[in-house]
């Protein structure tokens, strides 16, 4: 298990040897040109500077500044001076089967799953690490970085515990700011663990807040302030979210035409999907496709 375990296919970024998460370092210069990914991505700057291209903007990266990006999202680095820096990617279904678990931690919860969504950050969250706690990240994208060199089956336990420990780190930083702001996060109310269960098992399905109360024994009023203190979002505008993430995917992944993918995400109503999806990603679902497969790695 040496050398990266990313592959390019029709411009989306992915993993192709069931790796559930990966470490490694990097440097660029000049200009890295935008790019979209099937993973979470975590970008922690260990030197130079750069400024950082994505949906939310653009930003400048120093030394200690953290980019983290839910999947589908896209980005880039412009006017890369020597930026050195690690990525660590993790996959999603790492994240909705081993780590299930983090949705309803209010630190980790909020770090992966509703702190890129909130204020609208558009899947974008930054974060900076302070000199020892950037040192104590590297260690453990370090480790990571190192079981490469091993087997997946034998090893995966490992990758599991020092992305955690990483993850852990990152998400007490992101913690710390998220209460300066105000914003507030909470343990998961298991109702909505459900919910988001449901839903995620069967998105072609027309789903309504009615009928997701119903099913739950809730009333409307009641589901929608448990998915906002959870999640910051409302049952149906996260439903929403996972579509549009959902769609990126397929669209890079497979032939299917737009107004199928729209249909298997559970929108037939093609200019409702084309609504949505262009006000979470900035682009049309077609442009997102055109820009993104042509992609040459």
Not at 128 to 156: A, F, K, M, N, T
Not at 247 to 270: K, M, N, Y
């Amino acid at each position: 298990m040496t050398g990266s375990p990313l592959k390019m296919t029709r411009g989306l970024l992915h993993f192709d040897d069931g790796s559930p998460a990966y470490a490694r370092r990097y440097r660029h210069e000049g200009d890295e040109p935008v790019h979209t990914h099937s993973f979470v991505e975590i970008a922690v700057v260990v030197g130079g500077a750069a400024v950082h291209h994505s949906l939310s903007g653009r930003h400048e990266l120093g030394v200690g500044d953290v980019v983290l990006l839910r999947p589908g999202v896209w980005h880039g680095y412009e006017r890369c001076a020597g930026l050195d820096l690690y990525n660590c990617c993790v996959g999603t279904d790492l994240l909705r089967n081993e780590l299930s678990w983090t949705r309803e931690d209010a630190l980790l919860g909020y770090l992966l799953w509703t702190g890129p969504h909130s204020l609208q950050r558009r899947g974008v969250l930054t974060a900076h690490l302070d000199e020892p706690d950037l040192g104590r990240s590297v260690g453990y994208l370090e480790q990571l970085d190192r079981l490469r060199e091993g087997s997946i089956r034998r090893h995966r336990a490992d990758v599991i515990g020092w992305l955690s420990l990483f993850l852990g780190l990152l998400s007490r930083t992101v913690g710390s700011v998220r209460d300066e702001v105000g914003e507030e996060a909470a343990l998961t109310h298991p109702t909505v663990m459900r919910v988001v269960r449901m839903v995620e098992a069967d998105l072609a399905r027309e789903w309504t807040l009615g009928e997701l109360a119903g099913t739950v024994g809730l009333s409307p009023a009641y589901l929608v302030r448990l998915f906002k203190s959870a999640t910051g979002l409302p049952p149906m505008a996260y439903l929403a979210r996972l579509r549009v993430e959902t769609a990126a995917d397929l669209l890079l992944r497979t032939e299917e035409p737009v107004t199928s993918i729209a249909q298997a995400v559970g929108w037939a109503d093609q200019s409702h999907f084309a609504r949505r999806f262009k006000g979470y990603y900035g682009l049309s679902a077609t442009t997102y496709r055109t820009r993104f497969r042509t992609r040459v790695p």
